[in-house]
């Protein structure tokens, strides 16, 4: 009786640490996410599943070019999945070419796959403040990001992390590359 006492109270314990491990990992480390949607063709696509890191950025900042993962406003668990465009304190605009300009300088880029179309809200200069990022989906002209009001610059303490790796479909599995 006492062996099978200590047996079920060793298993309850070893039980106990991993979901506690478990919740540790899912709230402090990565968290899964689905791509829905073609705004970041050609890198991910619709239904890719993807591990985000949300440990690095608490050791440093985000950098231009980072595909990241923030909560919609306006709808309770959605979250958007684009890249980095423009940094804190720079100045974005897209001329009428589609050149994206940061600080009247064009982006060296090639991640967007045809000409910008519509430049929404980034038509006139947006100075960002001290800590906003502009976001753009890669498929430039299928993309709700920073050029629409409703997405608009996104605040440092929005961002949840870093796209990390991607974990479906299995024929792509890896890591995201990010420049």
């Not at 063709?41 to 890191?53: A, G, R």
């Not at 982006?107 to 045809?114: A, N, Q």
């Not at 409703?150 to 949840?160: L, Q």
Request: hydrophobic share 35%; net charge negative.
């Amino acid at each position: 009786m006492k062996k099978a006492l200590r047996e079920v109270l060793s298993t309850s314990l070893y039980i106990l640490f991993v979901l506690c491990a478990v919740y540790l990992v899912i709230h402090f480390v990565g968290q899964r996410t689905q791509v829905l949607g073609s705004s970041m063709e050609p890198k991910l696509s619709s239904e890719d599943n993807l591990i985000v890191d949300k440990i690095s950025y608490r050791f440093h900042e985000p950098e231009r070019y980072d595909i990241i993962v923030f909560p919609f406003r306006y709808e309770d668990n959605t979250f958007y999945i684009k890249r980095i465009i423009g940094l804190p304190g720079e100045t974005v605009q897209i001329d009428e070419e589609g050149n994206i300009l940061i600080d009247g300088e064009v982006l060296p880029e090639g991640y967007g796959k045809e000409v910008i179309q519509s430049p929404g809200r980034a038509y006139e200069p947006i100075t960002l403040g001290d800590d906003e990022y502009f976001v753009m989906g890669d498929n430039r002209n299928n993309s709700t990001d920073s050029r629409d009001p409703s997405v608009g610059n996104i605040t440092r303490e929005e961002i949840v992390g870093r796209a990390w790796l991607r974990i479906w479909p299995f024929n792509k599995f890896g890591l995201i590359k990010h420049r």
